[in-house]
């Protein structure tokens, strides 16, 4: 069983609509430069743990650090909780799992997937807490 673990240091974007502009659709500068810079990331932690592209059933995991707003009450500033606004947890995740697509042969091959969107401590990076591992071939059980 392989596992890659690694930390994408930047506030998560969401995944948007493609965008009709003169010359046809498109995605918002800030959209595409988050994506590179994940996909990047991926390819070095890739590289430095030995990760080879697989064709494996995959399982996903991600955390989404957003950070913690200055106007938030002494105590809520000491404590991890729920982000319950936008952007959206599912367009959170397309946009990484786009990102990992030089880590596996489809992202089809995601079967098991947790995810979850937290405001960190205070002071505390935002970014993104990625883990893709093999998983071990299904015994019905």
Same mark, same amino acid.
Not at 55 to 66: A, C, I, N, R, V
């Given at each position: 069983?392989?596992? =890659?673990? +690694?930390?994408?240091?930047?506030?998560?974007? @969401? #995944?948007?609509?493609?965008?009709?502009?003169? &010359?046809?659709?498109?995605?918002?500068?800030?959209?595409?430069?988050?994506?590179?810079?994940?996909?990047?990331?991926?390819?070095?932690?890739?590289?430095?743990?030995?990760?080879?592209?697989?064709?494996?059933?995959?399982?996903?995991? =991600?955390? +989404?650090?957003?950070?913690?707003?200055?106007? @938030? #009450?002494?105590?809520?500033?000491?404590?991890? &909780?729920?982000?319950?606004?936008?952007?959206?947890?599912?367009?959170?995740?397309?946009?990484?799992?786009?990102?990992?697509?030089?880590?596996?042969?489809?992202?089809?091959?995601?079967?098991?997937?947790?995810?979850?969107?937290?405001?960190?401590? +205070?002071?505390?990076?935002?970014?993104?807490?990625?883990?893709?591992?093999?998983?071990?071939?299904?015994?019905?059980?």
């Amino acid at each position: 069983m392989s596992r =890659l673990e +690694f930390f994408v240091d930047t506030r998560p974007i @969401a #995944k948007q609509s493609f965008r009709m502009g003169k &010359r046809g659709g498109y995605q918002p500068k800030r959209v595409t430069d988050f994506k590179k810079l994940a996909r990047t990331l991926a390819g070095e932690a890739a590289r430095k743990g030995g990760w080879e592209k697989t064709d494996q059933p995959l399982s996903l995991e =991600l955390t +989404f650090h957003f950070r913690c707003p200055k106007s @938030a #009450k002494k105590d809520e500033k000491q404590v991890v &909780r729920w982000h319950t606004k936008r952007p959206d947890l599912d367009n959170v995740e397309k946009s990484i799992t786009d990102a990992l697509c030089d880590l596996m042969e489809d992202d089809s091959q995601v079967c098991f997937k947790t995810s979850r969107k937290i405001i960190a401590k +205070f002071g505390e990076p935002e970014g993104i807490w990625v883990c893709l591992s093999t998983l071990h071939p299904w015994t019905g059980a």
